[in-house]
């Protein structure tokens, strides 16, 4: 380990799909908790999720006066000619105080650029900026001050890109992993004619169905499309096309894209922090307020028992892992699929 005054201390960021699940994150140590507001401006567009106008900002008030910063996330891409909702979410977030908004679309980067000059912007994993020279760009262009990395980079390299853009960086270390390219996938909108990455909603709940035969055996579909059935007593995964399991020509049912699973870095914590990674993101803005709290209070403890120089104490997160497995994913080894 090593002491907290030899390296820069790593921002906790969190995830908040309501006001309580902000108040929750703050309470459990969050550093910055990020969010959105209701409507196809953020990649978590569901009914029930997210932020009106006046909650976000009482919200950034109140996590202000206890030393907590808001990110507004503005992750999704606006079609052709509807940018309307962008401005107008990029305008209400600088006016209400936002710390940063979270942007992907490079018309919604220039537009806040210009607009709003102070207002602070990070750049969204959805912009699947993960070289060297385009984060450069980015920061050229926009004056991009962080960057979130797709997951799809080593320690090693997260390393190498550090010590080659002039801002800082962010990484996820729990949460949600998937086997698209961040920002391209298009399998929900294949089935549903609804868009991840322009109308925020991977999977829609009014497109998902659950049906149970007589075996007790569950069906779970989206849009007509078989996604996986799951016999009694098993462990059932996030409802979506890339993580589902298929028949293959022999009959036997196989994952075809990926299997349910979770990433969870917090063995890597201290690498993450010597490879000179600003901020540690906690992927669920989907989640409960238990989840926030459980996965949020260990991170907080993992991570301050790193910067006084004792060894983590890593609580059991397996449990709030998808279909209960985690991996390390493509930081640890190339090898992972």
């Not at 030393?67 to 305008?91: C, E, R, S, Y």
């Amino acid at each position: 380990m090593f002491a907290e005054s030899a390296t820069q201390r790593p921002e906790l960021v969190c995830p908040a799909g309501t006001p309580g699940g902000l108040r929750t994150a703050v309470e459990a140590g969050a550093d910055a908790v990020y969010c959105g507001f209701q409507d196809a401006s953020n990649a978590r567009n569901f009914p029930g999720l997210n932020f009106s106008r006046k909650e976000m900002e009482e919200s950034i008030g109140w996590a202000h006066q206890r030393g907590a910063k808001v990110l507004v996330a503005l992750n999704t891409f606006p079609p052709a000619g509807q940018m309307d909702i962008w401005k107008t979410a990029t305008d209400d977030a600088a006016r209400f105080g936002v710390d940063a908004i979270i942007v992907a679309d490079i018309g919604v980067a220039r537009y806040a650029a210009k607009r709003h000059p102070d207002l602070r912007l990070h750049l969204s994993v959805q912009a699947g900026a993960a070289s060297p020279e385009a984060i450069r760009y980015y920061c050229e262009a926009f004056n991009v001050r962080r960057v979130v990395l797709p997951r799809i980079l080593t320690v090693a390299e997260i390393k190498e890109v550090k010590d080659e853009v002039p801002c800082e960086i962010e990484a996820f270390v729990f949460g949600n992993i998937g086997m698209m390219a961040e920002g391209r996938c298009s399998l929900t909108n294949y089935v549903t004619g609804i868009s991840t990455n322009m109308d925020g909603v991977c999977s829609p709940a009014s497109e998902v169905n659950y049906s149970q035969d007589q075996n007790q055996v569950m069906t779970a579909s989206m849009g007509g499309f078989t996604m996986d059935r799951f016999a009694k007593g098993e462990p059932a995964g996030y409802p979506t096309i890339c993580k589902g399991r298929y028949n293959s020509p022999a009959g036997k049912p196989y994952y075809a894209f990926e299997e349910p699973v979770s990433l969870n870095l917090s063995m890597l914590l201290p690498d993450l922090i010597k490879a000179g990674v600003t901020a540690f993101k906690i992927e669920g803005r989907q989640r409960s307020r238990a989840y926030v709290k459980a996965v949020v209070s260990a991170f907080r403890e993992a991570v301050d028992d790193c910067l006084a120089g004792r060894e983590p104490k890593l609580a059991d997160l397996v449990a709030l892992t998808e279909g209960h497995k985690q991996t390390e994913g493509a930081f640890a080894s190339k090898k992972w699929r």
